[in-house]
Nanobody
Framework: QVQVVESGGGVVQAGGSLRLSCTAS????????MAWFRQAPGKEREGVSC????????YYADSVKGRFTISRANAKNTLYLQMNSLKPEDTATYYC?????WGLGQNAYNYWGQGTQVTVSS
């Protein structure tokens, strides 16, 4: 059974940094596009960033471009999201997803984690 588990969330002051991690098991990780999504209270889930199976290409939502960096370590079945210069509007539950498509549409992803909470205080 495929399991996707996020970690690394927490509370941080505006301007600070956090690194999220996501591990996937029972999955041929190196063949899947991986992505981060987030959902703030009262808002719809939105795509944050995605990365190709080999890690050679990445894509970011405009709201995080230049501040967040997605990366992956296929030998460890692990996905990362380095978040710098955090803003209060980045507060959300962050989800990791694995899929065979591409982009920040939710339909491209088959497997989802339970999420990790990120809170940015002003």
């Amino acid at each position: 059974q495929v399991q996707v588990v996020e970690s690394g969330g927490g509370v941080v002051q505006a301007g600070g940094s956090l690194r999220l991690s996501c591990t996937a098991s029972a999955l041929s990780f190196e063949y899947y596009t991986m992505a981060w999504f987030r959902q703030a209270p009262g808002k719809e889930r939105e795509g944050v960033s995605c990365i190709t199976p080999g890690g050679g290409s990445t894509y970011y939502a405009d709201s995080v471009k230049g501040r967040f960096t997605i990366s992956r370590a296929n030998a460890k079945n692990t996905l990362y999201l380095q978040m710098n210069s955090l803003k209060p509007e980045d507060t959300a539950t962050y989800y990791c997803a694995a899929g065979t498509g591409w982009g920040l549409g939710q339909n491209a992803y088959n497997y989802w984690g339970q999420g990790t909470q990120v809170t940015v205080s002003s």
